[in-house]
C-alpha cells in the first residue's frame, strides 16, 4: 500500500487568526496617524529544496520578488518609510540591525510593518520542542533569522514595548499554536505538530488545535520561542482576530505548511484560479486605503482579499475570509 503523510495547511491570524497564519489582529487601522512609519519586506528561499526543479524555483522567486516590491510601493505611496529587502538583502546583520533602529527610541518611530516570504527554518534537534527554535531562511547559506533574536530586538534599547505592530509572515510553521502553557508542553495534534500517516486523505477540515499557546519562555535558555510573540513583543493577542478581534498587534501567519505564491487553491475553493500572490496584493491594497480611500481594517482587508481572490462561493455569494480555505485549512499530501 502507498503511504502518504498529510499536514494541515492553513493561516492563523494573532490578533491571532486561523488561516493557519496565526493573526492577532484587531479591527484596528494598518494606519496610524502622525506617526513615523516604518515598513520592510522581506524573505528568501531554500535553494536546497529546488536542486531537482530550477524552473519551480525560478518561478516562485520570480514571484515572490514582483509581491514584495508591489506591497513596498503600496506602503511607500502612503507616506511610509518603505525599503524592499527580498533576496540577497535579507541577512541576519541587516535584520537585526534594522529591528535595533526600529527599537531605539531616539530613532522616533512608532509604527513597523513588517511582511516576510519564504521558507522557514526550524533547529528541530534543540529543545524547545515540538519545532525548537523557528527561524528563517536567509541569503547567507547556513545562517538563520531566529525568533530568540528577533524578540531580543523589538523589546531592545529602552523601548517600552514592540513597535512591530503588524507582522504578515507568509512562511511555514511561524505562526502556529504550538504549546498548551507559558512553561511549554504541548499537546500532539496530528497534522499540526506531527503529519498523519495514512493512504487516504483524512475527513473533515483541520480545524481542531488544543494548544493555545504561540510562544513562551524558555527556562534552559533565558529566551523565547515563537514568531509571533517574538515579533509583537506579547503572549496576550486574542487567538482568533477574526472573530475576536482586540488590541493594537496584529500577527497573521501560517501553523503548518504554506503554499507558494504561484499555487492555486485547491479545487472547489475558488472560482477565480487566481494565484495566492493575489490575496497578499490585495489585502495590503485594501488595508492601505487604495481601493475605498481610507485606510481600514485588518478583518475587512482580510475579507476584500478573500472576496476578490477567491470569488463566488455558491449562487451569489462570494468568499469573505472566514468561510476561505485560508481559514477553514486543508489537507496536504506530504509524501
Not at 32 to 55: C, D, F, P, R
Not at 168 to 184: D, H, I, K, V
Not at 198 to 223: A, E, I
Not at 291 to 314: D, I, P, Q
Request: proline fraction near 4%; include cysteine; glycine fraction near 10%.
Amino acid at each position: 500500500m502507498f503511504i502518504v503523510k498529510y499536514m494541515a495547511q492553513k493561516i492563523v491570524a494573532c490578533l491571532i487568526l486561523s488561516f493557519f497564519a496565526l493573526t492577532i489582529f484587531t479591527g484596528i487601522s494598518v494606519d496610524s496617524a502622525n506617526a513615523t512609519k516604518i515598513a520592510m519586506e522581506w524573505g528568501h528561499l531554500n535553494y536546497n529544496l529546488y536542486v531537482n526543479n530550477q524552473t519551480r524555483f525560478n518561478n516562485e522567486r520570480a514571484w515572490e520578488t514582483t509581491i514584495c516590491a508591489n506591497v513596498n510601493s503600496m506602503f511607500a505611496g502612503r507616506g511610509w518609510s518603505s525599503s524592499n529587502s527580498y533576496g540577497n538583502p535579507t541577512t541576519p546583520i541587516n535584520v537585526y540591525n534594522v529591528l535595533n533602529n526600529v527599537a531605539n527610541p531616539s530613532n522616533g518611530v512608532t509604527t513597523a510593518a513588517t511582511f516576510w516570504v519564504g521558507d522557514y527554518y526550524p533547529s528541530m534537534s534543540a529543545l524547545p520542542t515540538p519545532y525548537g527554535q523557528l527561524g528563517c531562511y536567509t541569503s547567507v547559506n547556513g545562517s538563520y533569522v531566529w525568533d530568540h533574536e528577533i524578540y531580543s530586538r523589538t523589546t531592545a534599547n529602552g523601548a517600552r514595548a514592540s513597535k512591530q505592530h503588524f507582522t504578515l509572515m507568509w512562511t511555514c510553521a511561524n505562526g502556529g499554536l504550538y504549546w498548551r502553557s507559558a512553561q511549554g508542553g504541548y499537546n500532539v495534534i496530528m497534522g499540526i505538530t506531527f503529519p498523519i500517516v495514512q493512504s487516504t486523505k483524512p475527513t473533515g477540515t483541520p480545524n481542531t488545535n488544543t494548544n493555545t499557546f504561540y510562544g513562551h519562555s524558555v527556562s534552559s535558555t533565558n529566551s523565547i520561542v515563537g514568531m509571533p510573540y517574538a515579533w509583537t513583543g506579547t503572549t496576550g493577542m486574542s487567538l482568533n482576530g477574526y472573530s475576536s478581534p482586540s488590541g493594537s498587534y496584529t500577527y497573521i501567519g501560517w501553523e503548518c505548511n504554506s503554499p507558494f505564491m504561484i499555487d492555486t487553491p485547491p479545487a472547489g475553493a475558488s472560482s477565480t484560479n487566481l494565484q495566492y500572490l493575489y490575496f497578499v496584493y490585495n489585502f495590503y491594497n485594501y488595508a492601505l486605503g487604495y481601493v475605498t480611500g481610507s485606510h481600514e481594517t485588518v478583518n475587512n482587508s482580510l475579507n476584500y482579499a478573500a472576496e476578490t481572490t477567491f470569488g463566488v462561493r455558491t449562487g451569489n455569494t462570494y468568499y469573505n475570509f472566514g468561510t476561505s480555505v485560508l481559514n477553514t485549512g486543508q489537507w496536504l499530501n506530504k509524501s
